[in-house]
């Protein structure tokens, strides 16, 4: 096993061992440190509190469902892989700020945790492992099966995996290996000097601050620009870069925002499938940019990105450069060092990242539990905070999550919000526990 090459095969059907890790995790297992790795969270927030004992056993029983979940990180000589574990993970009581590094070592647990408190479920997942997607799924399976062993009748649709059914291929596979085409060259990328102001930090700390707006309230403000929902946050980062600086911004404003691949290729993967585009801005030293100048910029930018044919020669670029020749006889060791430096190279070519992945979906009757969704990104060495969207239910929840304490930007950004007609209501865990208050315009 220790001297293992990466197979031809992407199948991680029950009864391997081991499988190889998927293109996008090589760079988040290479840039782990002793003391933290690439995590992040998706929450449900239920009507009525959480039953552990029932939450045990769901997980218990849903978990052999996704088998590429139970996969424990390990380096082998020449690459990283995951090893399957035959243990299944036990909820936790949250008692710690969200998002702690997942144990990689010392453990005999897969790399994610499930964990509650009062209302609240949430997975948690060493970004290797999976996916927001992905993630998303699981925790409506997860909660299809609690509700289920509470005595509900819960018809089968598309929207949760249940325990009797037998896991695909296509859940497990390598999804960038399976649509990855030969001779394939990836464009030249922008070169961009991008703002990036760290800020103060806390320790051991995570700064978060959710917003919850009705989805139809930012639909329509959108509206008025051209504009999705992605793209108005999107260019609302930008403006609040600007007007928050210390001083006039000469460096270009750029939002890492990642692409789920899922829906445009056609594939049910439950590892990672996304691809990381940047949008950009250039104040050019200016402090009074226009929000709709901005949102012009950036107007139909995604789209334009986002296309089928330009993605799968990104995306086979860079599985053509995984499985190269040249590359692969090259010791782990070696190649960890020059894949933790590409991802700081890559981490620094952004002001920082904005992720959105839309709708929880869930059977109706699961839904009808729910509060509202979470998603909430752990933070990086090199961005000061990062912003993630989940909706439910017809609301949606904007999450800022990271190590820096100042509330100057979400300040600026939520009272954008609300003077441009979506009222919004902002709960932060640097205020007094459960303390709402509403952004007024």
């Known amino acids: 096993m220790e001297t293992m090459e990466m197979e031809t095969t992407p199948s ?14 090589i760079l988040y297992a290479a840039a782990r440190r002793k003391h933290w790795c690439r995590t992040f969270r998706i929450s449900a927030i239920l009507k009525e509190e959480v039953d552990p004992a ?9 978990t052999p469902r996704f088998p590429s979940f139970r996969g424990q990180l390990q380096d082998g000589f020449f690459w990283s892989y995951f090893q399957y574990t035959d243990a299944l993970p036990v909820p936790e009581k949250e008692h710690d700020y ?33 996916d927001g997607g992905a993630i998303t799924i699981f925790l409506a399976s997860l909660l299809t099966r609690y509700y289920e062993l509470k005595g509900e009748t819960i018809p089968h649709d598309d929207h949760a995996l249940r325990v009797e059914d037998t896991p695909q291929e296509s859940e497990t596979c390598d999804a960038y290996r399976l649509h990855a085409k030969p001779d394939a060259k990836a464009r030249t990328p922008e070169k961009r000097k991008p703002y990036y102001n760290k800020g103060e930090v806390r320790k051991n700390f995570a700064h978060v601050v959710h917003g919850t707006c009705r989805v139809d309230d930012l639909k329509a403000a959108a509206a008025k620009y051209e504009l999705t929902i992605t793209e108005y946050v999107t260019a609302l980062l930008i403006w609040s870069f600007i007007r928050t600086a210390p001083e006039a911004l000469t460096q270009d404003v750029c939002i890492s925002v990642p692409m789920d691949l899922r829906r445009r290729f056609g594939t049910k993967n439950l590892r990672n499938f996304v691809y990381m585009t940047d949008i950009g801005f250039s104040p050019n030293g200016r402090t009074d940019v226009a929000f709709e100048e901005i949102a012009q910029k950036i107007n139909g930018e ?13 995306i086979s670029a860079n599985v053509a450069a995984q499985q190269s020749k040249v590359l692969r ?36 009757a699961v839904l009808a539990h729910i509060e509202r969704a979470e998603f909430v ?46 009222p919004v209501r902002v709960e932060s865990n640097l205020r007094a526990e459960g303390e709402e208050k509403e952004v007024q315009a």
């Not at 144990?103 to 999976?130: C, I, M, W």
């Open 98 to 130: 969200p998002y702690r590094p997942i144990p990689l070592t010392g453990t005999d647990q897969p790399n994610f945790r499930v964990l509650y408190y009062k209302r609240r479920v949430s997975v948690e997942v060493f970004h290797s492992l999976a």
């Open 302 to 314: 995604l789209l334009q990105k986002g296309n089928p044919a330009v993605l799968l020669d990104e």
């Open 12 to 25: 991680t059907l029950p009864g391997r061992r081991w499988f190889p890790i998927d293109n996008a995790a």
């Open 377 to 422: 990104l752990g933070d990086t060495p090199h961005q000061p905070f990062g912003c993630a969207a989940m909706s439910v239910n017809g609301y949606i929840t904007l999450t800022f999550s990271g190590s820096n304490t100042d509330t100057q930007f979400q300040t600026a950004f939520f009272r954008f919000m609300a003077n441009d007609g979506v």
């Open 329 to 364: 006889p090259v010791p782990y060791l070696i190649k960890r060092a020059f894949l933790k430096n590409t991802y700081r190279q890559n981490q620094h070519s952004f002001t920082t990242f904005f992720s959105n992945w839309g709708i929880m979906d869930a059977p109706e």
């Open 54 to 62: 029932v939450l045990a056993e769901a997980l218990r029983e849903i």
